[in-house]
């Protein structure tokens, strides 16, 4: 489908799968779906994620959800219908499991894949965008082998393991998904990097903030070189949520307004 049709396929029991936080996001903030990804308080996380379980097991017609990738795998729900970005196929085999799962109202789950457009989608790599677009454009080969397809997990599998079967796909995908490994040297410390978290706001309401109650509240947020030389509480990188380039709310979580620099 056409990115732009996408909402119109978010129905009832509906999951949409984003690729980047940020995105997500965006398509959260204009919707009154549940929004779940990684950039939250660890409480507020839980309690998310234990409401997105109740919405598909109880089978509400209100049930829907727009999450990234930390849905692909943790979540053991069943949804009617899947709309999803463009992925690699082993992540989009896995968000193939979150759907006809377990009863269903509807015999057979709908899969709906578009290609994003705003930016290109995609999180853990900093490759250009020319090189996504060649793994978009091999992706989207592999998906389409499935559409106006009943297919079953064996049928998924058979597919699966005939993409790979081309060592290119194998080459280009071995940093995705392989049993081989491949290390990368790079100095982290100057880039930008995913680090857990505590806002301030938090710590002026709990100057003295318990080991245990840091844990509830800490954030995972991308910090760039500089930003991780700021304040630090107990081996957590302070944010400043009360300025313009951070705030936090509990349906969209840690929000960033500014370009990272490294």
Avoid at 33 to 42: C, T
Avoid at 45 to 61: A, G, H, M, P, S
Avoid at 107 to 133: C, I, Q, W
Wanted: glycine fraction near 4%.
């Amino acid at each position: 489908i056409e990115e732009k049709d996408a909402s119109s396929h978010f129905g009832p029991l509906s999951l949409w799968l984003i690729n980047t936080v940020k995105r997500c996001q965006a398509v959260g903030e204009h919707s009154d779906a549940v929004v779940y990804h990684s950039r939250f308080k660890y409480e507020d996380r839980r309690k998310i994620r234990d409401e997105v379980v109740t919405l598909f097991r109880q089978k509400k017609e209100d049930g829907r959800v727009i999450a990234t990738q930390v849905a692909e795998m943790s979540l053991d729900i069943s949804a009617c219908n899947l709309i999803t970005e463009c992925c690699p196929p082993a992540s989009f085999v896995q968000r193939l499991g979150r759907v006809n799962r377990l009863d269903i109202p509807t015999e057979v789950a709908n899969v709906y894949v578009y290609l994003p457009t705003m930016d290109h989608g995609l999180p853990y790599s900093s490759k250009g965008n020319d090189d996504f677009r060649e793994d978009y454009t091999r992706w989207m080969k592999f998906i389409s082998t499935l559409v106006g397809r009943n297919i079953s997990k064996d049928d998924l599998d058979v597919d699966f393991q005939r993409f790979y079967r081309d060592p290119i796909n194998q080459e280009r995908d071995v940093a995705v998904h392989t049993s081989r490994l491949r290390t990368f040297r790079r100095n982290v410390r100057y880039g930008s990097v995913t680090a857990q978290c505590v806002l301030k706001s938090d710590l002026q309401e709990d100057p003295s903030m318990s080991s245990g109650e840091l844990q509830r509240k800490s954030v995972p947020a991308i910090l760039s070189s500089e930003e991780r030389r700021g304040e630090v509480y107990n081996h957590h990188f302070v944010i400043d949520d009360t300025s313009d380039e951070w705030s936090y709310n509990q349906k969209l979580g840690l929000i960033c307004t500014r370009q990272l620099t490294t």
